[in-house]
């Protein structure tokens, strides 16, 4: 048996994700309604599927371009272009074995051992266990919640940075609290890293789930050419692709080598067949996304309007992404209440200890599900709250 002390101490101390602890305890139990992770709960559609079996069929299974076929990366650019109403050319797109792999690459090419990071919390657990294992130095800056709305305060983020800081992590819309940054803030974000010096690693997984407008504002709106962003993203929401573990980066041209070499020395590129389903996402799929988020829209609303009628729950509906974030009244420890519910409401979320200080008092349930599994798990909580709480 290897010895743990042969072990770097990061690895030994990564922490155990309690998103994934949920799942662990509920996995397999008949009746449970899983609202654990980030994910829906459609499969792959079948124009995506059929796409990578016919690469397959054709005997398509050998290395492949470290950046991405270029198919899809043209695709990309399309896809962005439209999105963005820019002009976004092929090169600065990188096709990566899942958003996480992207926001790896990202940090490895931006920050080491000692390294500052600085990241605005409550935060999908993951960013800072990556930072983590590279031994880099994070910071929090937490969301401001006060009358159930949350809130950046601009003053604490620029005091965090120091100059030993490498890398801004801005997600937003956001995983788990539902924030979603306004361009002005956006603005404000970008100035205060211009004028520190630091790059943005900007997460806009969720920009296409947003229920103000047909996206969320965007760095894209912001930012000037020379500006350091590297933008990280994922086919996983948009296109019910979660277990496929494909995303991209969008960066600079000039990164070019820099981001093919991380990706040769990691997972060496992604499958080809795979990134044929990700090109039919691109160019077929526009109708499936809008009735993704029409559908989780309506989702929130039953899920929100039921628990705050128990008077119990402090919780507001989230601007972007599809999670409701809350609070229950008299519940101080959420990871033990977590296993609780699993127990004895047969609905799975996870504890708001997942994702930071700033979430341990909250729950996060992913409302992205079909409308009467959503409304039957509401159900379900609300009767528990009342019989717990």
């Known amino acids: 048996m290897l010895d743990l002390s042969r072990l770097r101490r990061e690895a030994v101390e990564a922490p155990e994700s309690g998103i994934v602890a949920v799942v662990n305890h509920a996995r397999g139990r008949e009746g449970i309604i899983p609202m ?10 079948k124009f995506i599927a059929d796409a990578a079996a016919e690469s397959l069929s054709a005997g398509e299974t050998f290395y492949t371009y470290q950046r991405g076929l270029p198919e899809l990366r043209e695709a990309l650019s399309r896809y962005a272009s439209t999105l963005y109403d820019q002009n976004l050319e092929p090169e600065r797109f990188f096709v990566t074995g899942s958003g996480m792999h992207a926001i790896q690459i990202a940090l490895t090419a931006l920050a080491g051992a000692g390294d500052e ?11 800072a266990a990556a930072a983590g294992l590279m031994g880099a130095v994070r910071r929090e800056v937490s969301l401001d919640f006060d009358a159930g709305r949350w809130s950046l305060d601009l003053d604490k983020l620029k005091a965090a940075i120091s100059p030993k800081t490498r890398v801004l992590f801005v997600n937003t819309p956001s995983n788990p609290t539902g924030w979603t940054a306004d361009r002005e803030t956006l603005a404000a974000i970008l100035a205060i890293a211009r004028e520190a010096g630091v790059a943005i690693i900007a997460d806009e997984i969720y920009a296409r789930f947003y229920y103000e407008g047909p996206r969320a504002p965007s760095f894209h709106d912001v930012m000037a050419a020379h500006d ?3 933008f990280v993203n994922s086919f996983s929401k948009n296109w019910a692709m979660t277990g496929w573990r494909i995303g991209w980066i969008e960066a600079s041209p000039a990164l070019g080598q820099i981001v093919e070499n991380l990706i040769q020395y990691s997972n060496s590129g992604v ?3 795979m990134q044929r389903g990700a090109i039919a996402a691109l160019t077929k799929g526009e109708d499936f996304v809008e009735n993704q988020i029409a559908r989780a829209e309506t989702a929130r609303d039953i899920f929100c309007d039921i628990l705050t009628a128990t008077n119990k729950v402090e919780l507001t509906p989230p601007d972007g992404a599809f999670y409701a974030f809350f609070k229950i009244d008299g519940v101080a420890d959420t990871r033990a209440a977590a296993f609780r519910i699993v ?4 609905v799975a979320i996870a504890p708001g200890t997942a994702f930071g200080p700033a979430g341990a008092p909250f729950f996060r349930a992913c409302f992205h599900r079909r409308l009467d599994e959503v409304e039957a798990a509401a159900h379900r909580l609300a009767e528990w709250i009342g019989y717990q709480v």
């Open 36 to 45: 654990w992770a980030g994910e829906g709960d459609l499969s792959t559609p």
């Open 271 to 273: 499958a080809a067949f």
């Open 228 to 230: 350091a962003i590297i």
């Open 343 to 346: 127990d004895e409401a047969k």
């Open 117 to 127: 990071v600085v990241y605005i919390g409550p935060l999908w657990p993951n960013f």
